[in-house]
């Protein structure tokens, strides 16, 4: 199909009507200073419109823009955003679009963006994430400064609605019922009664169930019950499965999964063999039936959330999102950070110094990020506090180089070898029983040979000092931070809440979608019209006569 074009060159165009639609500085204007130049050709020539025949294609360069243009406010829906780009004049500047005429529906935004979430076959990357490598590369050349990297994250809430268990089993359960209904084109009510849950077809899941909430005995009854209504659903569905056409089998295994998962993340067996909600914490525990890639996370020690986490790295000096990458919400810090950092030296960025808080100072963290050639200037995972009535493990002196500890009391042991620990290999020295035994430190180094316990004709032993894996650079990165230079430099990482702020502001917080893809194209889309919102500021306080606010945006961190 051939693609659409439009002529500005006409009374019609959105700034011969109102010649002050487009403000400088703002991201419609930099669009309309932009062009066509914003899609990369190599990407256009992936979306639908190359043939000659058929119904005329939007743009992909009209299409992207709108895209942007959604989250360049704090975010807004796909069908609020059409909707406006059919009145803003300045948008329909921005787009090339003339004051009147047709303007993208919604559907064909889904599919622009189903199709941003593809990967490219000419580098094997999601296309979301070539166009904002991309826009990083126009906006590092258009906003020159000293960089000052920092690494964060940030809580990202999920799309999909949050239930208890008993509304997870019985919506989840509704849900199958309902899509299996709709592929076999059979009545819902008529299969929910053969297969023995009519209450599915009640208008409240706990409404239908029909019991009182406040008996204990009756709730453990009707869990139990739930579950034993799932559990035969989900097998007869199992058995007909090879009736449905290969396109939906796939969804249906997925939904049948994830009810099973709750089942077992968020049941056990009572002592009358009922299943019955476990009174314990499951890490991987599925939050949400229509968003199942959500987690539950902690934000600290008591903010929790649901849903997803966004990790950014960027410059505290200029405001550059350089990178972005979202994971569940019970994932760890470290790792995605990695990701970000390799990135990073994919597009060539030069990063010397990396500030990040504690949660990315681990030691085989650090270990990681100095492979790749930069310096981590994060807390380490402090000692334990001194305590007068126990000897720490801190308080030994090791050497590493010639295998050998000395224990507070003076004693050095050069007894040395390699053991098994938390599927890691460690070191551990150990001392004679008889030193031990004569020590003064005995009853706080070694407590247990103060009991005198039966032996049984075994050796009797002395301490035993099991090391950390990566030990040697614990203690160094301990030293280090006692560096007054190195902590004066972390307290610009400060700063990095106004990158995490600036995100959050263009529509980071909450996603508008179902799934992890949907929230990493979100999540870049947002980035990206942060950094033209940046790069559109700079130009504009380089063409006004006037002085503009000074630059950069962010405060001094020298």
């Not at 639908?48 to 942007?68: D, M, Y």
């Not at 329909?92 to 303007?103: I, N, S, V």
Request: with cysteine; hydrophobic share 40%; net charge positive.
């Amino acid at each position: 199909m051939p693609l659409m074009s439009f002529s500005q060159s006409s009374l019609f165009a959105p700034q011969s009507i109102s010649p002050g639609c487009l403000t400088p500085g703002t991201v419609p204007w930099l669009f309309a200073e932009l062009g066509e130049s914003l899609m990369p050709r190599f990407l256009a020539a992936e979306w639908r419109g190359a043939g000659t025949t058929g119904r005329a294609a939007w743009p992909s360069g009209v299409l992207l823009v709108l895209h942007l243009l959604r989250w360049s406010e704090g975010g807004m829906s796909r069908l609020g955003a059409c909707r406006r780009a059919k009145t803003d004049l300045a948008w329909r500047a921005a787009m090339g679009l003339p004051a009147g005429g047709l303007t993208p529906k919604e559907k064909t935004m889904r599919e622009f963006e189903d199709w941003l979430m593809e990967r490219s076959p000419s580098c094997d990357l999601p296309r979301y994430m070539v166009l904002h490598e991309r826009i990083v590369h126009l906006v590092e050349r258009g906003v020159p400064s000293e960089r000052i990297w920092m690494e964060d994250s940030t809580p990202m809430l999920c799309f999909g609605a949050l239930r208890g268990t008993v509304r997870l089993l019985g919506g989840g359960l509704r849900s199958l019922l309902r899509r299996w209904s709709r592929i076999t084109k059979s009545s819902m009510v008529k299969q929910a009664r053969d297969w023995g849950v009519p209450w599915v077809n009640a208008r409240s899941i706990k409404g239908g169930l029909d019991i009182d909430w406040r008996d204990r005995d009756a709730r453990h009854d009707v869990v139990h019950r739930l579950a034993q209504d799932v559990l035969r659903v989900v097998d007869e569905i199992t058995n007909r499965l090879h009736q449905l056409p290969p396109q939906h089998q796939q969804d249906i295994q997925r939904r049948c999964g994830v009810l099973l998962k709750i089942i077992t993340d968020d049941l056990e067996t009572d002592a009358a063999g009922r299943l019955v909600i476990a009174r314990r914490r499951t890490p991987d525990r599925i939050v949400s039936v229509t968003d199942p890639e959500a987690r539950s996370g902690r934000k600290s020690s008591n903010q929790p959330y649901k849903g997803f986490k966004l990790s950014v790295l960027g410059d505290l000096v200029s405001g550059l999102i350089t990178a972005v990458i979202v994971v569940a919400g019970n994932a760890g810090d470290a790792k995605p950070g990695h990701e970000l950092l390799e990135r990073a030296k994919r597009m060539g960025l030069r990063i010397e110094r990396l500030l990040a808080d504690s949660a990315y100072g681990g030691t085989a963290d650090r270990l990681v990020v100095r492979s790749l050639g930069i310096e981590l200037v994060a807390p380490p995972h402090a000692a334990p506090a001194d305590n007068d009535e126990v000897v720490q493990k801190h308080e030994f002196e090791i050497d590493f180089e010639q295998h050998r500890a000395t224990c507070p009391a003076g004693v050095e042991t050069a007894v040395h070898r390699m053991v098994s620990h938390q599927g890691e290999q460690c070191s551990r020295y150990e001392w004679p029983y008889a030193t031990c035994a004569a020590c003064e430190l005995r009853e706080k180094c070694v407590p247990r040979m103060s009991v005198s316990p039966k032996h049984m004709g075994r050796p009797r032993k002395g301490r035993r000092l099991v090391l950390h894996a990566q030990e040697e650079e614990l203690r160094a990165a301990r030293a280090a931070w006692e560096d007054p230079a190195l902590r004066q430099a972390y307290r610009k990482r400060g700063q990095g809440e106004l990158l995490i702020a600036r995100m959050v502001r263009y529509g980071a917080r909450q996603v508008r979608a179902f799934g992890l893809a949907a929230a990493n194209l979100q999540a870049h889309s947002v980035a990206i019209a942060a950094n033209l919102a940046l790069l559109a500021r700079v130009l504009a306080a380089r063409l006004s006569p006037a002085p503009l606010a000074p630059l950069p945006l962010f405060p001094d961190t020298s």
